[in-house]
């Protein structure tokens, strides 16, 4: 790890997600974004980089969402998934290539910078903040937003009922699946232009799985673009309008989901046949 | 009748004193438990900065006396309070500016800092000493009683009496609205959920847009405000002396840590627990037990289990015992 000698022993190991420059990865500093237009809405285009001084992850690696789809990225343990996904919210610095937003080069913008422009993040794990009740935690999402975001809280509700029951709960009583459900929704508290998931389904049953698969589509029906990174291929692909096969960090397979679990070199590689 | 009196006798010697005295350790082991949710160090100089809050509102309330400024039957010293506690705000943000700050940038571990805040207490202590000096003060004026034993006794018609100061009426007024005041800020109001949410999730805080910055200074605010009013209370009840206020950081962290460090809840339960502990085994309870025991059982002793001297030793006993057994406290704290 780092060679301070002061060193930080404590939290969410992965510094990473708050450019505080005491962990591995090398966060975007404070930036300016430029315009870029004609580009797809969100976009990592040919993005090369590593952790800290360490070689390099991603190998021009281009992933792209459109307004009303859901993208996911799939692919081998160590392929760079969740790294690729990093890197398009700022937690790692590319080393080549850029990120995109709406016609915005964000390249130079930190997370929190990026997650003002519009980019809804839910880390994989330390998602939420456990002793505060779900209700704060979905003000605490809101906390950028200085108008009133009852109505946003109304939607997330409607969306997930079972945070409106428990709206009173410490964050940290409720089940797995329950829990993921609270980081989705603290980060819909920013209306976001595009949510990213950084494998939501780590760690929950299958049951829980399938459930949380419903509502990723619902998020996903109200308009808003997912990326969303998946151990599971292939629930993964049955519901992604564009997926990404991920091989040593380099793009092998693109295409829609079908065509990937019709493509017989996906299917024997990554779905067992 | 003889049951009565032994219970005045006990509400009298050790009830009201332990109440007070445990109110005093509650507001100041907010204080410490504060810091270490949010700042996540123990700060060691809070027993100084009790002091120094004490000593810039002894201060005051002089030239107050001196001006023929009086609050009737309450002490001065309250009038005083507000200027403590804004002297002692800006000494914490200074502190906090000069020292702290470094060791936070350079995320240091939070044993560094406890040995940072170890050096800041030896700081503010000779500050603290500089400014007031080391004698013993008292600074309460007004009243001195709210009932007095003759009152007492001619009102119920018991042979023991029951006697209230002024100053520990004030102590649990003040105690009670100041705690009433910060959990209703800490959990209704935005910047005191920003600050739970900082203390529960840093990352995911600074992801939400949390400004670090801002969480840190409040912080410091308050403890400057709980340490002032702590010291405050303490010394109208007791008397101000520089050293006793150093000592007092043993029993304040013995309750912060019995309750479980960094849950408000606990740091106030263990407050009174030690505050209870240590005033029960050091008063000699023969009286109590002569009126409630059988006639001819009464104790030949004084039935005090540890001398005054040693009152200390109770809440390292405590915090020994805690410590082995359930190192998260009582309530469901952080663990150390």
Request: aromatic content about 8%; charged content about 15%.
């Amino acid at each position: 790890m780092s060679e301070s000698p002061y060193q930080d022993d404590r939290g969410n190991n992965d510094r990473s997600i708050t450019k505080s420059g005491g962990g591995t990865a090398q966060p975007v500093k404070h930036g300016h974004s430029s315009p870029a237009p004609g580009t797809p809405f969100l976009i990592g285009e040919a993005m090369t980089g590593g952790y800290g001084k360490g070689p390099d992850i991603l190998h021009c690696c281009t992933i792209a969402v459109e307004p009303g789809e859901i993208a996911v990225i799939v692919g081998p343990n160590g392929a760079g998934k969740s790294t690729a996904m990093k890197a398009m919210f700022g937690m790692l610095d590319v080393r080549s290539g850029r990120v995109m937003l709406d016609g915005e080069d964000i390249t130079s913008l930190s997370p929190q910078q990026r997650v003002v422009k519009g980019m809804g993040f839910v880390p994989q794990t330390h998602n939420i903040f456990t002793s505060l009740t779900v209700e704060e935690n979905l003000e605490m999402g809101a906390f950028i937003r200085r108008d009133d975001f009852r109505e946003t809280m109304a939607q997330i509700y409607d969306l997930f009922p079972i945070l409106k029951e428990k709206r009173l709960q410490p964050a940290g009583e409720l089940s797995g699946g329950q829990r993921q459900q609270v980081a989705v929704g603290r980060a819909l508290m920013t209306k976001p232009k595009v949510l990213m998931l950084d494998e939501p389904t780590a760690g929950v049953s299958p049951i829980v799985m399938d459930e949380l698969f419903d509502r990723i589509i619902e998020v996903a029906r109200t308009g808003i673009p997912i990326l969303m990174v998946e151990q599971n291929a292939r629930q993964a692909l049955e519901i992604a309008d564009k997926a990404y096969v991920l091989v040593q960090g380099a793009n092998a397979h693109t295409g829609t989901g079908k065509e990937l679990l019709a493509d017989p070199e996906v299917r024997r590689s990554f779905l067992g046949g | 009748m003889e049951f009565l009196n032994g219970l005045v006798f006990l509400t009298n010697f050790v009830v009201v004193p332990a109440l007070a005295y445990g109110a005093q350790l509650a507001i100041g082991a907010l204080g410490v438990t504060l810091v270490y949710a949010i700042l996540r160090f123990s700060n060691f100089a809070h027993g100084d900065t009790m002091a120094f809050g004490t000593a810039v509102t002894i201060k005051v309330t002089a030239v107050l006396v001196a001006l023929g400024v009086s609050l009737g039957p309450l002490p001065t010293a309250l009038l005083a309070l507000p200027v403590g506690i804004i002297a002692t705000g800006l000494l914490l943000l200074g502190t906090d500016w000069l020292v702290y700050k470094f060791y936070r940038e350079q995320k240091a571990k939070p044993v560094i800092l406890v040995i940072v805040s170890l050096g800041v207490m030896f700081v503010m202590n000779g500050l603290t000493r500089v400014f007031i000096g080391v004698r013993d003060i008292q600074f309460a004026d007004g009243a001195r009683f709210v009932m007095t034993v003759r009152q007492f006794k001619d009102w119920t018609g018991l042979d023991e009496g029951l006697a209230i100061r002024t100053t520990q009426a004030i102590t649990l007024v003040t105690a009670a609205i100041t705690v009433a005041a910060l959990f209703w800020f800490l959990n209704k109001t935005r910047t005191g959920k920003s600050m739970r949410a900082f203390s529960d999730n840093e990352d995911l805080a600074l992801l939400s847009g949390i400004d670090p910055d801002r969480v840190v200074r409040v912080t410091w605010l308050i403890v400057a405000a709980l340490a002032t009013i702590a010291g405050v209370l303490y010394g109208l009840d007791k008397s101000f002396k520089a050293f006793t206020y150093f000592q007092l950081l043993l029993p304040i962290f013995a309750a912060a840590i019995v309750g479980g460090i960094g849950n408000p809840v606990g740091a106030i339960a263990g407050g009174f627990l030690i505050a209870f502990a240590e005033v029960t085994v050091t008063y000699p309870l023969k009286k109590v037990l002569t009126y409630w025991l059988p006639d001819g059982m009464g104790p030949d002793g004084l039935v005090q289990l540890l001398s005054g001297d040693y009152k200390f030793a109770v809440s390292f006993m405590i915090l020994l015992i805690v410590l082995l057994f359930k190192p998260t406290g009582l309530f469901k704290g952080q663990n150390i």
